[in-house]
């Protein structure tokens, strides 16, 4: 197998001890000022001789999908999704706002890269509440949520009520110069407002439920 440049080396080593640390590979930021290296551009050079000679490999088309293959253990491959607050399945709790919501890394859930897909601006939020029971969302889970977009009738969304200055967990319906924000558990009602009060600050791609023990 070819010999490694000392940048490649320092490199590689890098990523090995923060898989060995984290499970999860790191950025091409992090690699870049751990390593002292000039430039992401620089780094992602790198990264692809190391992947040409076979010591990693990639999926560029997701953040942090790094794999060794050379040099330890393979590893399977995890993509860290920050956890950024709680959303109410049930009725409207406060949470952090559009403005303030951040990626914050220091709470994450690890999920496969399958699970991700080619979107991107994934953020995760905690469940409270059983109003999307019926859903199989239930109190304590983790949910996915893709940032932006325009949601369609019947897509559970996080929904954020700007008069309230609170969000909630529903399916989304357009009901002429309302929307109706509906639970997916029959005990509970639906929430009625003017469309100009409700900005969709995501839809859900998935539910987690955490491991117990």
Request: with cysteine.
């Amino acid at each position: 197998m070819k010999e490694l440049s000392a940048k490649q080396r320092r490199i590689f080593d890098y990523i090995s001890r923060f898989i060995d640390d984290h499970d999860y590979p790191p950025s091409i930021r992090q690699i870049q000022e751990a390593c002292d290296i000039s430039s992401t551009s620089v780094v992602d050079y790198n990264l692809r001789i190391l992947e040409r000679v076979g010591y990693i490999r990639r999926d560029r088309e997701v953040s942090r999908a790094i794999e060794l293959l050379h040099g330890g253990a393979r590893r399977a491959r995890v993509i860290p999704v920050p956890i950024i607050g709680t959303i109410a399945a049930g009725q409207p709790i406060p949470v952090p706002s559009a403005d303030t919501w951040s990626s914050d890394q220091s709470d994450t859930i690890e999920v496969s890269p399958d699970l991700l897909g080619n979107r991107e601006n994934v953020f995760a939020l905690r469940v409270k509440g059983t109003s999307m029971i019926d859903a199989l969302v239930n109190d304590g889970d983790v949910v996915l949520i893709q940032s932006g977009g325009r949601a369609r009738d019947g897509d559970m969304v996080a929904a954020w009520l700007k008069k309230e200055q609170e969000a909630t967990l529903k399916r989304f319906y357009r009901e002429g110069e309302k929307v109706r924000l509906q639970p997916a558990n029959e005990t509970m009602q639906p929430i009625y407002t003017d469309a100009a009060n409700v900005e969709v600050q995501g839809k859900v791609i998935a539910a987690i439920r955490p491991a117990i023990g």
